[in-house]
């Protein structure tokens, strides 16, 4: 690979693969589930802490390993092929493409907020429940539009993230800026008036008290629309072999990109707050927080604008996603775990086929209609597997303690042990109390087990 890559470019990947449409969105069902400004500000607040204490222990690893694959590389090189092939599985079934599916999607629908004749077309095809709409054709045609500017070389790729990320991260600064400026009716004080009571309204309804198990339960709940929005950062480890200086670039691209975007996401539920009072982000249409927002702060324009601002936003979400992702599947190639069709580079030093594998897929996922239930369980599925990452230095250290670190956790073991509890508890929180988010994640990984098995015994023949 070619070291093409600054710090820059790496922060942009990732801040860009981060910001994508959750937060425009998840504010509306995670105040359905707490019913207060204090919860939700609160579940932010522990995302943060716990993504910004991963991305602190994953540079120990990137420092070690700095080479294409990334996470998929760190998860081998310590726990063994099985745990590797397992997490490149996942990735490729669901957690990287379910992503690519969902967030083009949701392109193709504040597309259609814009142009209204897409929303009101007939579908192209419906055969039951399963139709095929033009809010889809619009989806898949992003991702392989992207998929093919990224197969004409990394500069192509890099220069699109930068372009759109510095777009959006623009947007959404004046959005924060501009919400505070310009708020008419500030129901901040409003919203956080109820302190720690907590309450829910999951049918529109009517708001109920809640507290003991019921409340861990809407803790939990609420946790997977803050995590799914933070997630995607570790996409920058997968083209480590890209980056110059990886051992210290890697790193610094992790903590300085997550702890921007994560600031970002708190001052834009500030925005929330102060603008809208609680059954307005609880029930905004169709979970539109932000555009609800705009409309107060600007009227009908504002919600042009911030249209506008979710396109680009995640239109720059999916390059980061095509660009990174694959170059797991290359390497996994590498290391006969997946097809090996994946493993050439075109003329241009880019693995198009794997980027090709990896489009199609995602745009199959956009049409199958299920890449909504698929995204339920990737908060959980992604949890599991940050942890075991984590932990992995824990467990290096104490394997490999002469090894070369470059870069050694800062405040070791503190962070391991903030991101285990709170990831942990997240994981428990669910498995008891909304295990429909958990078990379908559990089946993904259990099937990766035979498959592993079956393409290592074809390896060995």
């Known amino acids: 690979m070619k070291q093409k890559l600054k710090l820059w470019d790496a922060i942009m990947i990732v801040m860009g693969s981060m910001i994508g449409s959750g937060i425009f969105i998840v504010s509306s069902d995670m105040m359905r589930q707490l019913g207060s400004g204090y919860w939700l500000i609160f579940v932010w ?27 998929y590389a760190y998860l081998t090189e310590t726990f063994g092929k099985m745990t590797g092939f397992l997490y490149g599985w996942s990735l490729f079934t669901v957690i990287q493409t379910g992503t690519i599916a969902a967030v083009a999607v949701a392109f193709g629908k504040f597309t259609a907020y814009i142009f209204p004749a897409l929303n009101n077309a007939s579908p192209l095809y419906q055969q039951g429940n399963f139709m095929i709409t033009w809010m889809q054709i619009v989806a898949i045609g992003v991702i392989l539009a992207l998929t093919a500017i990224n197969t ?55 708001w109920n008290e809640i507290s003991g198990n019921v409340l861990l339960g809407g803790i939990a709940a609420a946790m997977v629309g803050s995590i799914f929005s933070s997630v995607a950062w570790e996409n920058v480890t997968f083209i480590s072999g890209e980056v110059e200086n990886p051992q210290r670039n890697i790193v610094r691209a992790m903590v300085i990109g997550t702890t921007l975007v994560m600031l970002l996401y708190l001052f834009c539920n500030y925005v929330y707050l102060s603008t809208l009072n609680r059954d307005e982000i609880a029930f905004a249409a169709n979970d539109r927080v932000a555009i609800a927002s705009a409309e107060k702060l600007l009227g009908h324009t504002g919600t042009i604008v911030m249209a506008i601002l979710v396109m680009i936003s995640t239109f720059g979400c999916v390059n980061g996603l095509v660009l990174s992702g694959a170059r797991v599947f290359q390497t996994m190639a590498k290391d006969k775990l997946f097809l090996k069709q994946a493993i050439p580079n ?4 880019v693995p198009a086929k794997s980027l090709w594998l990896q489009g199609i897929w995602a745009s199959l996922l956009c049409l199958s209609g299920q890449y909504g239930n698929l995204l339920d369980m990737v908060s959980f599925v992604i949890v599991i597997f940050y942890m075991i990452t984590v932990l992995g230095v824990v467990y290096q250290r104490w394997r490999k303690p002469l090894i070369d670190r470059p870069y050694k956790t800062f405040l070791y073991p503190i962070p391991i042990i903030i991101y285990v509890l709170i990831g942990g508890t997240f994981c428990l929180l669910l498995m008891i109390y909304k295990p429909q988010y958990t078990w379908p994640g559990f089946i993904l990984i259990l099937l990766g087990i035979p498959l592993y098995f079956i393409i290592n015994r074809k390896d060995k023949n």
Not at 45 to 59: D, K, N, P, Q
Not at 60 to 65: D, F, I, V
Not at 346 to 349: D, L, M, P, T
Request: charged letters at 15%; hydrophobic letters at 45%.
């Open 346 to 349: 075109n003329k241009y030093a």
């Open 45 to 71: 607040l522990l995302t943060t802490l716990a993504t910004v204490s991963a991305a602190i222990c994953y540079g120990e690893l990137a420092s070690m390993y700095p080479r294409a694959g990334g996470q």
């Open 152 to 206: 004409r070389g990394l500069q192509s790729g890099k220069v699109v993230q930068s372009i759109f990320t510095a777009a959006k991260i623009i947007a959404l600064v004046v959005l924060v800026i501009g919400g505070i400026y310009f708020v008419r009716e500030n129901f901040f004080a409003d919203n956080m008036r109820v302190g720690w009571s907590s309450f829910q309204n999951l049918d529109g309804k009517s």
